[in-house]
């Protein structure tokens, strides 16, 4: 009797938290109600790069300026609120709203109301770094759309000039790692980023002034030509030196020999925790045993989006996605 007794205590503990298993994210979440929403964004994104090259990395940095303000529920895509995040000073340079906005008049016109903003950034950012060579994934899909977006909650963003230190405390604020940390910046392994972003490491690095003294010396004066002080500050230069355009571990050895273009990924070096995953890549074994450089990333990126996710009845399905639905 007092077995039972504890198996139906047991059952009705756990049988109190089944409507929120039901509301988590999943695979194939659109199966039934849009059978053909992650086609549809796959081919809108696949246009948006095939049109420009840079594009790939635009929605994927994208999904990562999501997810890291109040999770990944699209609050960066508003242009209606009162001073909207995507005003914010970490937000510069971001960009492919307009490719967003395409998946989503078209979501519209098949499945009116169903597909959130959230979840096509996240399956946007999938199928651009499957457009630039890289590991093709499966999306956890079912995030329904924010109704908050205030400049104020991004002051927390990860930041070029950030330390090591204060990298991995932004990271683990976020619930993730020191290894989620060294796989994300390594998406810097497509893009470029623009010369305002390079000025205080090229010209005024604290302490000390004058420049970082881990850039490589071979790298150096390549940087300041690319970006002379008192340039101009738009010039845009690519962020993983030599293969800027395609999606591999490139970016991992360029950090590791001083080659790093952005100030947030040379300070990867400078800590026991995140110098030791990227070395785990570059091991003589690691061809055979692993680890896997790519499936890695896939585990970090698909854990990043899971940050702050809403489901179930939180939050809403935005008929635009630059704008709260209208109560």
Do not use: W
Not at 97 to 121: M, N, T, Y
Not at 249 to 255: D, E, G, P, S, Y
Request: hydrophobic residues 40%.
């Amino acid at each position: 009797m007092a077995k039972f007794m504890n198996f139906l205590y047991l059952f009705m503990f756990f049988g109190c938290f089944a409507p929120f298993s039901q509301a988590q994210l999943q695979f194939g979440f659109y199966a039934r109600s849009c059978p053909s929403a992650e086609s549809i964004v796959r081919s809108v994104v696949n246009d948006a790069v095939r049109n420009d090259g840079n594009m790939a990395a635009v929605l994927l940095r994208l999904h990562f300026h999501d997810c890291f303000v109040e999770g990944c529920d699209g609050s960066i895509l508003i242009d209606t609120a009162p001073n909207p995040e995507k005003g914010a000073f970490g937000h510069q340079g971001v960009g492919g709203f307009e490719v967003i906005e395409r998946a989503k008049e078209e979501l519209e016109s098949q499945c009116p109301g169903v597909v959130s903003c959230a979840d096509i950034v996240a399956m946007a950012a999938r199928d651009a770094i499957v457009m630039a060579n890289g590991p093709e994934y499966e999306v956890l899909t079912g995030r329904r759309d924010g109704r908050v977006s205030d400049v104020s909650l991004a002051d927390s963003l990860p930041d070029v000039s950030d330390s090591i230190q204060v990298l991995k405390n932004k990271f683990g604020q976020k619930g993730m790692t020191d290894k989620d940390l060294v796989l994300l910046s390594a998406a810097h392994t497509i893009g470029t980023t623009a010369c305002f972003f390079m000025t205080r490491r090229l010209y005024n690095f604290f302490p000390g002034g004058g420049s970082d003294p881990k850039i490589n010396p071979m790298l150096l004066p390549e940087l300041k030509s690319q970006c002379p002080r008192n340039g101009n500050v738009n010039t845009r230069l690519g962020m993983d030196r030599g293969s800027s355009s395609t999606f591999d571990i490139h970016i991992l050895q360029n950090i590791r020999n001083g080659f790093a273009v952005l100030a947030s990924d040379a300070r990867l070096n400078d800590d026991p925790s995140t110098r030791a995953v990227m070395d785990s890549y570059f091991s003589p074994l690691a061809p055979i045993l692993g680890p896997s450089f790519q499936d890695d990333f896939v585990n970090s990126i698909v854990r990043m989006g899971e940050i702050g996710t809403k489901t179930g009845s939180e939050g809403e399905i935005r008929r635009v996605c630059s704008a709260f639905n209208s109560r």
